[in-house]
């Protein structure tokens, strides 16, 4: 019983917090036009630029919602009968087709098999074939762990796109994003992933080219997520005077500003890259120790921040309930084509050395228990062993 009570979240999303974290946003009486919170929202919008490696020729975007909010507002920048490319290595990938067939505009479709990317050759094939508006990528698809090889597709695309988008949901503050150097025009991301702060915020930054569409009223955008009605606050905020359009998530700002101060100033965002490459590698290790496969086909594909892991005799979802009165929580497989094959151990945000330990020991106590064949033991050993490389 205690043990379920101690929990540890290794989840997709939302992670385990800081207390710091949690503590910045437990405040009974800040209004959204208090100079606290003001000060809070412009700095989380400075610091949101160096996230994404992005510098002041990019405007950044704090609003309410999550990753797919972030992703709905790309069509503030899109015009009736435009056309979109879709790269997608799975289920959020597949989330863009879903979002743009709601919309006035033509969309197309690359996609993979479930533990694969699309090789960005393949895309570059496509749009020297075709014209289109924007292409979307995915840079770590939560649904198998698999991460595009995100700096050569943009490159790929680059000179015959308007707009290149990426949804950063489950790589940044985890793995390299560089926003300005690649010329990405909307680079976006959440608030519950790797910067550890609760759910509640889509975050973007949008190049000068991105913004220079935001210039002609003409667009597919609702109403709630036009970015164009956001604008006005982002500025207002950035200059330090309180401003308007529609409640934002107050103390999940809070929160999102003290993360950032950790991740930025303190941590630095090289060294929390570090962390989680060396945890995330840990992890796999432990997982081929035991005998298992990864759902990423290829290293390359291995993420910071997710991993897939398959098991051939017992069913994922008893895998998932069991291991939780061990008192971990795992996240389920998701991708369809994949269904109870396997599961997802998050790892991202506040994520520790000592987290893969427990993690890798528990689903070796579970798997055993329940019948799979693997090398009980040989996991923590093998995890044990890259920590202490
Ligand atoms: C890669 C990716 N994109 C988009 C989303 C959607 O984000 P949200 O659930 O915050 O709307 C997720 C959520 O897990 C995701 O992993």
């Keep these: 019983m205690i043990q379920k009570e101690k929990k540890l979240l290794m989840h997709v999303g939302p992670v ?17 036009t208090s100079q606290e919170f003001v000060e809070a929202f412009q700095f989380s919008l400075k610091k949101t630029r160096e996230l994404f490696q992005a510098d002041n020729t990019y405007q950044p975007f ?24 879709v790269v997608t290595n799975g289920v959020f990938g597949d989330r863009w087709i879903n979002i743009f067939r709601k919309y006035p505009v033509k969309v197309n479709v690359l996609s993979a098999e479930p533990g694969y990317y699309v090789e960005p050759e393949t895309v570059e094939k496509e749009v020297k074939k075709d014209k289109y508006t924007l292409v979307t990528f995915t840079h770590v698809e939560t649904s198998t762990g698999v991460r595009q090889p995100i700096k050569d ?53 949008l190049s000068e080219r991105a913004m220079e569409r935001l210039k002609d009223e003409k667009s597919i955008a609702g109403y709630y997520l036009d970015l164009r009605n956001w604008l006005p606050v982002m500025n ?10 529609s409640t934002p998530p107050v103390h999940t700002i809070l ?29 796999r290790a432990g997982i081929e120790g035991m005998g298992l496969e990864i759902v990423a086909k290829k290293p390359e594909a291995y993420s910071n921040t997710v991993t897939g892991v398959v098991v051939k005799k017992v069913n994922a979802g008893n895998v998932l309930s069991e291991i939780v009165s061990e008192g971990v929580e795992l996240a389920p497989g998701v991708h369809p084509k994949l269904q109870g094959k396997y599961f997802r151990i998050g790892h991202m945000g506040w994520v520790t050395e000592n987290d893969a330990i427990v993690t890798i ?20 050993k093998a995890t044990q ?5």
């Design 16 to 32: 385990n917090i800081l207390d710091r974290v949690l503590y910045a946003g437990l405040k009974n009486n800040v209004g959204f």
């Design 62 to 85: 704090l609003i309410p919602g999550g990753g797919t909010s972030a992703m709905e507002s790309v069509t503030s920048l899109l015009k009736e009968g435009e056309k979109v490319l």
């Design 153 to 205: 597709s943009v490159k790929a695309v680059r000179d015959y796109v308007d707009l290149v988008v990426v949804d950063g949901v489950s790589s940044v503050g985890a793995e390299e994003v560089k926003a300005k150097d690649w010329r990405v025009d909307v680079y976006l991301t959440a608030s519950q992933k790797a910067l550890g702060v609760p759910p509640g915020l889509g975050i973007l930054v």
């Design 236 to 245: 207002s905020m950035e200059n330090g005077k309180a401003s308007y359009f």
């Design 255 to 283: 929160m999102l500003s003290e993360a950032l101060k950790i991740i930025i100033d303190e941590e630095g965002l090289e060294s929390r890259i570090k962390r989680h490459e060396k945890v995330a590698s840990a992890i």
């Design 361 to 380: 020991a528990s689903i070796e106590r579970v798997l055993n228990k329940l019948g799979e064949e693997i090398r009980l033991g040989e996991g923590i």
């Design 385 to 389: 062993l890259y920590l202490a490389k």
